[in-house]
C-alpha cells in the first residue's frame, strides 16, 4: 500500500508537489489512521506562514530540507493498530497532515482519546498532539463533521479570543477593530464579542465582503480598509489582526490614537507579511490560544473549562447553519489534486467567504 502527501515550500507557499510513497511499517505501540476528510481554510495558511515562529512544520516532518506539511483538522480512522488501547475502525478527530494517512504513538490513552507520544513532537503544545474518540466526545455529532472540521479549532481560538480580552477588561477599551472580517475565525470572535455589554463590535474588510460580513449580524459596523480613516481615532480601541498585513497594521497605528492593545493572530494577506518596523501606539502581541487553554485550566478545572466550551460552540455552530441564508456553504473536494488545487486557491485568497472547504487525499 502506498501514501500521498502533499508536500508545500517553506519559504514559497505557492510551490507544492505531490509525494506518493510506501506506507511505513508499523512500530509496537504505533497505530496507522487514515485521513478521511479535513477542512481547509485561512487558517492553515496562517500554520503555513508562521511554520518556522511556531513550529507547525515540526508536527509531520518531511525528511526533505525545505519542504514542509501543513497541518489540518479533520477526522480519521484507525486502519492498522499495535497499541493495546486503540483499536481497529475507531474514529478520530484531531490534527493531520495533508495526505491520506498518519502513523502516531498513542500514549496516555483514556476514553476521552489520547496523545501522540512521537518524539519528534515531544515539545510540540499538547493542544495540537491531543486526538478525541468520536464516540465520546462531547461536541460531536455525526450529522455536521463537516462544520466541526471547519468551524470547530477556529471558534476555540475565537472563543479563547474573547475570554482573553474579557479576562483582561478589555484593556480598558470599548471599540474592538477586526481586520480580515470576514474570515471564519473573525467572525467567530465577533460573535462572541456582541455578547458582550458595551462593547463594539467594528468588522474591517474590502468592499466584496461588506455585504457578507453585515448580513452575519454580529458586527456592529463593518468598514471598509480604505474607510478606515473616516473612525474616530481617540475612542479606546483593541486591534485584532487576522490578516497580518503590514500595511494595514501601520495604517491601523497609525490612525488610532487610543489604540489600547494590539493583538496578532492570523495571516489570511500571506503577499504582505512581515514585521512593521516603529509602530505608533503599542508592540502587536502574537495570540497563542494554548496558552489562554492552560491559564484556564488552572483557573476552571478542564471539566469547567469543556463545560463552557461546549455551550459556546453549541450557540454559534447553531447560529452558522440556521436560517434560510446559512453563514456556510460546504463545498467538498476529492483527491490528491484537488486538495492541491484547492490549497492553491486558498492560499490566493479572494473566494466566496460563504464557502466552507472540505477536502479528502483519497481517490475520488
Not at 225 to 244: E, K, M, N, Q, R
Not at 311 to 322: D, E, G, H, I, L
Request: glycine letters at 10%; charged letters at 15%; proline letters at 6%.
Amino acid at each position: 500500500m502506498s501514501s500521498t502527501t502533499l508536500f508545500v515550500r517553506q519559504d514559497n507557499l505557492a510551490a507544492t508537489r505531490l509525494v506518493t510513497a510506501d506506507e511505513p511499517a508499523l512500530k509496537d505501540g504505533e497505530i496507522r489512521v487514515q485521513v478521511d476528510t479535513f477542512a481547509l481554510t485561512a487558517n492553515n495558511i496562517t500554520y503555513a506562514a508562521l511554520g518556522d515562529m511556531l513550529n507547525y512544520w515540526h508536527f509531520y516532518p518531511t525528511g526533505e530540507p525545505g519542504w514542509g506539511i501543513v497541518p489540518v483538522w479533520g477526522f480519521g480512522t484507525v486502519t492498522a493498530s499495535l497499541h493495546p488501547d486503540v483499536e481497529l475502525g475507531e474514529r478520530l478527530y484531531g490534527y493531520w497532515p495533508m495526505g491520506t494517512q498518519a502513523v502516531l504513538s498513542p500514549q496516555r490513552a483514556n476514553a476521552a482519546g489520547f496523545s501522540d507520544g512521537a518524539p519528534h513532537r515531544a515539545g510540540l503544545h499538547a493542544v495540537y498532539n491531543h486526538y478525541l474518540r468520536t464516540t465520546t466526545d462531547p461536541l460531536y455529532r455525526a450529522d455536521n463533521e463537516d462544520v466541526q472540521a471547519l468551524l470547530r479549532p477556529l471558534f476555540i481560538t475565537s472563543w479563547l479570543i474573547d475570554d482573553f480580552l474579557e479576562d483582561q477588561q478589555f484593556f480598558g477599551a470599548k471599540r474592538m477593530l477586526l481586520s480580515s472580517a470576514s474570515s471564519k475565525t473573525a467572525y467567530g470572535t465577533a460573535f462572541q464579542l456582541a455578547q458582550r455589554e458595551g462593547i463594539e463590535v467594528v468588522g474591517l474588510t474590502s468592499p466584496g465582503n461588506v455585504a457578507f460580513c453585515e448580513s452575519l449580524g454580529c458586527y456592529d459596523r463593518v468598514v471598509t480598509y480604505d474607510a478606515l480613516g473616516h473612525l474616530d481615532s481617540a475612542t479606546p480601541s483593541v486591534y485584532i489582526d487576522f490578516a497580518g498585513s503590514v500595511g494595514l497594521r501601520q495604517r491601523v497605528h497609525g490612525h488610532f490614537k487610543g489604540l489600547n492593545y494590539s493583538c496578532s493572530v492570523g495571516a489570511s494577506h500571506v503577499g504582505d507579511l512581515g514585521g512593521a518596523g516603529q509602530l505608533p501606539g503599542p508592540r502587536p502581541v502574537m495570540f497563542f490560544a494554548p496558552a489562554q487553554v492552560k491559564k484556564r485550566h488552572g483557573d476552571w478545572g478542564p471539566q469547567g473549562l469543556n463545560d463552557r466550551l461546549v455551550a459556546a460552540w453549541t450557540r454559534f455552530s447553531t447560529a452558522v447553519s440556521a436560517g434560510p441564508q446559512p453563514w456556510m456553504v460546504v463545498q467538498h473536494h476529492a483527491g490528491p489534486e484537488a486538495t492541491q488545487a484547492l490549497f492553491a486557491a486558498v492560499l490566493a485568497g479572494g473566494g466566496d467567504p460563504r464557502a466552507g472547504h472540505i477536502a479528502t487525499m483519497l481517490p475520488s
